[in-house]
């Protein structure tokens, strides 16, 4: 008996197209990480003793 190579593709597919994704939940993730950075600097330059003018950390903010 002879199997055509789409064939042959197609039954070996068939465990992997039945596998459903689950997902496990992820906590404490930033969300924006260009973001979540610009505020550990802001928070670095006040706690160094050097903070940025408000205005700019309101512009950052935004």
Same mark, same amino acid.
Do not use: C, H
């Given at each position: ?20 994704? &689950?997902? @496990?939940?992820?906590? #404490?993730?930033?969300?924006? %990480?260009?973001? *979540? ?5 802001? &928070?670095? @330059?006040?706690?160094? #003793?050097?903070?940025?003018? %408000?205005?700019? *950390? ?5």
């Amino acid at each position: 008996m002879k199997f055509s190579p789409i064939a042959l593709i197609l039954y070996l597919s068939l465990p992997l197209y039945s596998l459903k994704a &689950e997902f @496990l939940p992820v906590y #404490g993730v930033d969300l924006q %990480p260009f973001a *979540a950075a610009s505020d550990r600097l802001i &928070e670095a @330059l006040q706690f160094a #003793g050097s903070p940025i003018d %408000p205005g700019d *950390a309101t512009a950052i903010n935004e």
